[in-house]
């Protein structure tokens, strides 16, 4: 576990990131400039984000720079395209007549250390069809798989988690 | 020319919901139902709402959809995470056919 430092710079930072992101949801829902809504959007998002910077903090976000938008938004395409490479995989399993499935649960392993990292790759993981997180347990993710090609933990990492989690280690480390 | 194009979209969308029921009602255990279900749904509704944008363009609607397609994104992997996890840990048992059961073995240890 990476040990957060609590200072005033890394809060003030997070109350920063949140406002931000605060105010851009609350534009993109109203979608109106009026002076009320802008002065309603501001305190809301204001006293918001006062109270939760604290938690935005803990969960442990890297700062921002511009390689890590860059990969984040490679790593956005990488990812569209599994997940729908793999929906017509899943697809072609269900309506096929006999369903060529062979199930089961396997290991794969991580190199990643932070917590917010680990949940992104599980996430992904779970988003690309025919495999799913079922649990973490320290550096070993549990795996469900439609279609268990090898149970070989090293094997598995390179099938399942490899393609995503190296551009999470440039985004979250 | 635009209608058109969404129209096409959702209509792709609308199938991959049709395949994620059908998934649903074939599969047999509850594990490999909810690959079908959460996944093959995901992508569904997000075909469907950008279709949605297709159609209507960037104004409020629009956007919404957008906003929407970004909570499913987050929140159904996460939803599918739990209950196969509750499920798991209430001791449902995987397909007789299923290859292997890690988890179990872990738990055991």
């Not at chain 1, 109106?32 to 935005?56: A, C, H, M, N």
């Not at chain 1, 990488?78 to 997940?83: A, F, G, H």
């Not at chain 2, 997000?46 to 209507?56: A, E, K």
């Not at chain 2, 840990?89 to 290859?99: A, D, F, N, T, Y």
């Given at each position: 576990?990476?040990?957060?430092?609590?200072?005033?710079?890394?809060?003030?930072?997070?109350?920063?990131?949140?406002?931000?992101?605060?105010?851009?949801?609350?534009?993109?829902?109203?979608?109106?400039?009026?002076?009320?809504?802008?002065?309603?959007?501001?305190?809301?998002?204001?006293?918001?984000?006062?109270?939760?910077?604290?938690?935005?903090?803990?969960?442990?976000?890297?700062?921002?720079?511009?390689?890590?938008?860059?990969?984040?938004?490679t790593y956005?395409?990488?990812?569209?395209?599994?997940?729908?490479?793999?929906?017509?995989?899943?697809?072609?399993?269900?309506?096929?007549?006999?369903?060529?499935?062979?199930?089961?649960?396997?290991?794969?392993?991580?190199?990643?250390?932070?917590?917010?990292?680990?949940?992104?790759?599980?996430?992904?993981?779970?988003?690309?069809?025919?495999?799913?997180?079922?649990?973490?347990?320290?550096?070993?993710?549990?795996?469900?798989?439609?279609?268990?090609?090898t149970t070989?933990?090293?094997?598995?990492?390179?099938?399942?988690?490899?393609?995503?989690?190296?551009?999470?280690?440039?985004?979250?480390? | 020319?635009?209608?058109?194009?969404g129209y096409?979209?959702?209509?792709?969308?609308?199938?991959?919901?049709?395949?994620?029921?059908?998934?649903?009602?074939?599969?047999?255990?509850?594990?490999?139902?909810?690959?079908?279900?959460?996944?093959?749904?995901?992508?569904?509704?997000?075909?469907?709402?950008?279709?949605?944008?297709?159609?209507?363009?960037?104004?409020?609607?629009?956007?919404?959809?957008?906003?929407?397609?970004?909570?499913?994104?987050?929140?159904?992997?996460?939803?599918?995470?739990?209950?196969?996890?509750?499920?798991?840990?209430?001791?449902?048992?995987?397909?007789?056919?299923?290859?292997?059961?890690?988890?179990?073995?872990?738990?055991?240890?």
């Amino acid at each position: 576990m990476i040990k957060q430092k609590h200072n005033m710079g890394n809060k003030l930072r997070s109350f920063f990131y949140l406002f931000i992101l605060l105010i851009f949801v609350w534009f993109a829902f109203t979608s109106s400039f009026d002076i009320q809504e802008v002065i309603t959007g501001i305190l809301v998002s204001l006293v918001l984000s006062l109270f939760l910077s604290k938690t935005f903090n803990e969960l442990g976000f890297p700062p921002f720079s511009i390689k890590r938008g860059f990969f984040f938004l490679t790593y956005f395409i990488v990812l569209l395209w599994e997940i729908i490479k793999a929906n017509f995989d899943v697809a072609y399993r269900i309506i096929h007549p006999k369903m060529p499935i062979k199930p089961g649960i396997v290991i794969i392993k991580t190199k990643l250390k932070s917590n917010i990292a680990k949940l992104a790759l599980a996430n992904s993981i779970t988003l690309t069809p025919g495999t799913f997180t079922l649990d973490i347990r320290d550096d070993q993710l549990l795996i469900h798989w439609i279609n268990v090609k090898t149970t070989d933990i090293e094997e598995d990492t390179k099938i399942i988690g490899e393609k995503f989690e190296k551009y999470l280690r440039i985004i979250f480390e | 020319m635009n209608n058109i194009i969404g129209y096409i979209i959702i209509g792709i969308g609308v199938l991959f919901n049709l395949f994620g029921c059908i998934g649903l009602l074939r599969m047999p255990d509850v594990y490999c139902r909810l690959q079908a279900a959460t996944k093959c749904v995901t992508l569904g509704i997000c075909f469907v709402l950008i279709g949605v944008v297709v159609i209507v363009g960037f104004n409020p609607l629009g956007v919404k959809a957008l906003i929407c397609m970004v909570f499913i994104l987050v929140t159904s992997p996460t939803g599918a995470h739990a209950l196969a996890r509750g499920a798991h840990k209430s001791g449902v048992k995987l397909w007789k056919k299923s290859v292997c059961d890690k988890y179990k073995d872990k738990e055991s240890k």
